[in-house]
């Protein structure tokens, strides 16, 4: 299946989020110091250790 943010449903980001940064089918959201990530994952880019597609955003948990 493809995903593109544009043919997707909405997506109702976080509250609270203090910033936004987009790419073509993914996005990154910053809020209370973590960021959150959502869109098409074929190769991993959203961080998340997986490459399942997120329709909701998902927080990128980040190892010491």
């Known amino acids: ?37 959502v869109g098409h994952n074929a190769n991993g880019q959203l961080g998340l250790g997986d490459t399942d597609t997120r329709t909701a955003f998902t927080e990128v948990t980040i190892d010491d």
């Open 1 to 37: 299946m493809e995903f593109s943010l544009l043919s997707a449903p909405a997506v109702a980001p976080p509250t609270g989020l203090a910033g936004i940064s987009c790419g073509g089918n993914h996005c990154y959201g910053l809020k209370g110091g973590a960021i959150w990530s």
